[in-house]
């Protein structure tokens, strides 16, 4: 008891006099662990535990993982009606962009941009296939474009469309594996597209349609990083489509989806 007793008093003998709480240290602490590698936490962390066994020189991190996020259509019809292989070295052609459901278009880029700021905030970087109407690639370029950004995913973010009104919910389409296009995306694409469907169904409360192997999809078969799309609820479902145009059911889908993503990513 009289041994508990003597290290109590520890927090009290905190030196006053220096004007620092404990909480404010002088200098970095060194040795803590991060999670996030890339973050700015652990360059200061790098930087001093560096110096205390080096000679001050500080050290070139990694950069932060980005995201690539590819809001569909929103392309200039005329680009749109061309056709393009359906992947590497396949006589099967497909149009570029058949222009989607009605109102798809700009509610995912809505939905692109809310998850690029969370995205951000969370210390990732994100690049984006497009920015407003008017793109003038297919999806093989769309595809490229991700690739040669290094993204530690791709997600493709759309919204359904059917004949059938009472349709809804929501559903990650995946690459189906084929050799030479998909192989080596295949089990990361599956392991985004898991965490990301589960996210978007958890902050949205929508109907869970599951994953979606799909074998036709160009910008699939270009890809040489992990890459998803995320058909983010119907259009056509009277309630669904009005949620999806509204800006707080659009964040909602978006903090889903950079929680799946930054999931994915961290493992
Ligand atoms: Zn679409």
Redesign the pocket.
Known sequence: MGQHASLAPRRASFPKATGLSERSPARPVCGGRYHRPWSRRLRLDQRCDFATRHTGVVLAVAPAPLVCLDP??GTAPAIGRQTEPIGPGSSLRKIKDGG??PG??PV?LAIAFRTREILRRDGYRVAMTRTRDGYTGGNIARARFCNVHHAALMVRI????SQDRAQHGVKTLVPALRRGWTDDIYAGSLRAARAVQAAVVRQTGALDLGLVPRTDLTGFNWADVPAI?V?TGFMTNPAEGRLLRTLAYQLKVARGIAAGAEAFIKR
Do not use: R, S, Y
């Not at 759309?158 to 469309?161: I, L, P, Q, R």
């Open positions: 569909g259509h989607g459901t798809e278009a995912a759309h919204a359904d469309g799309l058909e």
